[in-house]
């Protein structure tokens, strides 16, 4: 074969692989003015998110999302889409959530699936929720009202440290009046517990040292007389950071990572009468 139609076939091969992915960038049947029929949502066993998990998402972000942003807009909002959709021209972007739903859903959390279509102009023009454990579930789950409450974990933690008892007096003072907060509000539908890592160390490591210190604000919040069952705790690990550091040193690395490292308190519920 001569070089010539070495290329050829090389390039063609290249064509078809373009052709294909082109065909899986939609699941749906969607149109260029950003609607769509006979809706198709991914199987949510297919997510690549946060270990294959969903995510429980800032509720507060997910009530600015609006018709006609765009993917950049969408994507400071609530982040990547949450399963594989294709390369080009992509048009709708699918999420796995999670929500804190005492007395209801699976446990006390119902899952749900989220999705965006796009028209031509790449803006986001429809949106649609399925319930993922039980059709009847209501998604999203009704919020009666939303505080959230974003603390550093150093501001609560040693750093590298984790348990109730290495709580310092700044942070049991802040979790203190989120207590009282809750306690003062006429019905608490839910309280989740975000506490998120830095890059630092092991995936494996990360998510193990955020989800031991979600633990302790839950339980710190129940010693303050928050019901455990209205509390869920997660742990991201290092899946959602809000900086990124390439600093040669290490103490300046760990100092530029500090954002990284937080613990989100959301709040849903209905104020005093």
Not at 13 to 23: I, P, R
Not at 128 to 147: M, Q
């Amino acid at each position: 074969m001569t070089q010539f139609m070495k290329k050829a076939a090389l390039f063609a091969s290249l064509g078809s692989v373009l052709a294909l992915t082109a065909c899986t960038s939609t699941i749906s049947d969607v149109k260029s003015d950003g609607t769509a029929e006979n809706i198709t949502f991914p199987d949510p066993k297919n997510v690549i998110m946060d270990n294959g998990q969903g995510i429980y998402p800032n509720l507060q972000s997910l009530t600015l999302i609006q018709d006609g942003m765009t993917k950049s807009q969408i994507q400071e909002l609530i982040g990547h889409p949450h399963f594989r959709e294709g390369m080009f021209a992509v048009r709708e972007w699918d999420y796995l959530f999670h929500f804190t739903t005492p007395g209801r859903g699976v446990n006390g959390v119902t899952t749900c699936q989220f999705k965006i279509i796009y028209d031509s102009d790449v803006k986001a023009r429809s949106f649609f929720w399925k319930a993922v454990d039980n059709e009847t579930d209501v998604c999203p789950p009704p919020i009666h009202g939303l505080e959230s409450y974003q603390l550093s974990a150093d501001g609560l933690f040693a750093f590298n440290r984790s348990g109730i008892n290495d709580l310092n007096p700044e942070g049991r003072q802040n979790l203190q009046t989120i207590a009282e907060r809750i306690r003062a509000l006429e019905s608490v539908d839910g309280v989740t517990v975000q506490a998120h890592a830095d890059r630092l160390g092991s995936a494996a490591y990360n998510q193990q040292l955020s989800q031991r210190r979600a633990n302790s604000v839950k339980n710190y919040l129940v010693a303050q007389g928050v019901p455990a069952n209205l509390i869920n705790a997660v742990g991201v690990g290092s899946a959602q950071p809000v900086v990124q550091c390439d600093n040669a040193n290490r103490a300046e690395l760990i100092r530029c990572l500090a954002p990284n490292r937080r613990v989100e308190v959301q709040i849903t519920g209905q104020a005093p009468k």
